[in-house]
């Protein structure tokens, strides 16, 4: 399975940026996505996650009012919009995808799956 997260870039405090994360190659072993986020000098941290069969999602308390995910199963994608956003969500951001049995999806920064690459996001005050 192969990750590639897009959209990110600089944005003003209060803005709106749409992440996505396209993937590809075994993509039928794929029962979620997660996003994860992480700053220089800190641990990577759970954003939010969707099942790709029930589209449910769950979301990091810091963000659960400000960040939608969603899904195209056709596309093998999923997006993170992420709206009204403050200069403490800056960080990279990496999508993910955990293998069988992994927490990814529940929240786990350090379950085993296969990662994206990780896009800047950057938030100015």
């Known amino acids: 399975v192969q990750l590639q997260a897009s959209g990110g870039g600089l944005v003003q405090a209060g803005g709106s940026l749409r992440l996505s994360c396209a993937a590809s190659?075994?993509?039928?072993?794929?029962?979620?996505m997660g996003w994860f986020r992480q700053t220089p000098g800190k641990e990577r941290e759970f954003v939010g996650s969707?099942?790709?069969?029930?589209?449910?999602?769950k979301l990091a308390d810091s963000v659960k009012d400000r960040f939608t995910i969603s899904r195209d199963n056709a596309k093998n994608t999923v997006y993170l919009q992420m709206n009204s956003l403050k200069p403490e969500d800056t960080a990279v951001y990496y999508c993910a995808a955990p293998k069988y049995g992994s927490n990814l999806c529940a929240g786990d920064p350090k379950g085993n799956g296969y990662w994206g690459q990780g896009t800047q996001v950057t938030v100015s005050s």
């Open positions: 190659g075994r993509t039928f072993s794929i029962y979620c």
């Open positions: 969707i099942g790709f069969s029930t589209g449910s999602t």
